[in-house]
């Protein structure tokens, strides 16, 4: 299989995948969104607002394996165990914000690998998902 109809198909399942959190966000307005961000050195989430209504969007919190108390954390910056420390620091951040229910948006990845470890670990962490 070439790049790029991997590409394509991490995309067309990005898509179904963020029609049905569109759908959710209608059920519940106050919902809020945890997007995956990846690449081979580097894992990302995001706590995103979204108004569906209008279709405007506010990032309330970012965590990365680019941040430097994130990195202290891990010893390689790719691997599920770095994944699993980026579950655990937006668990605490959306503690913080008082947010416990989301919709996970894993942004067309497969639940595999360092997916499934950030999201294993934000669940550990109080997220209900």
């Known amino acids: 299989m070439s790049t790029l109809n991997k590409k ?7 898509k179904r995948a963020r029609m049905k959190i569109q759908e959710l ?6 919902l809020v ?3 995956i961000i990846k690449s081979s050195k580097h894992i990302s989430a995001q706590l995103i607002k979204m108004d569906p209504l209008v279709g405007t969007s506010v990032v309330l919190d970012c965590v ?6 994130v990195k202290a954390k891990c010893k390689y910056t790719g691997n599920t165990d770095a994944a699993a420390v980026v579950g655990k620091v937006v668990a ?19 639940y595999h690998g360092r ?3 950030l999201a294993d670990a934000a669940r ?4 209900d998902f």
Request: net charge positive; charged share 40%.
């Open 8 to 14: 394509v198909a991490r995309l067309r399942r990005a």
């Open 124 to 127: 550990e962490g109080g997220l």
């Open 33 to 35: 969104r945890l997007n």
């Open 64 to 69: 990365s394996t680019q941040q430097e108390d």
């Open 115 to 117: 997916i499934k470890a």
């Open 92 to 110: 605490e951040k959306a503690k913080a914000l008082k947010i416990s229910k989301i919709a996970f948006d894993r942004a067309g990845f497969k």
């Open 25 to 30: 966000h209608l059920r519940d307005p106050e």
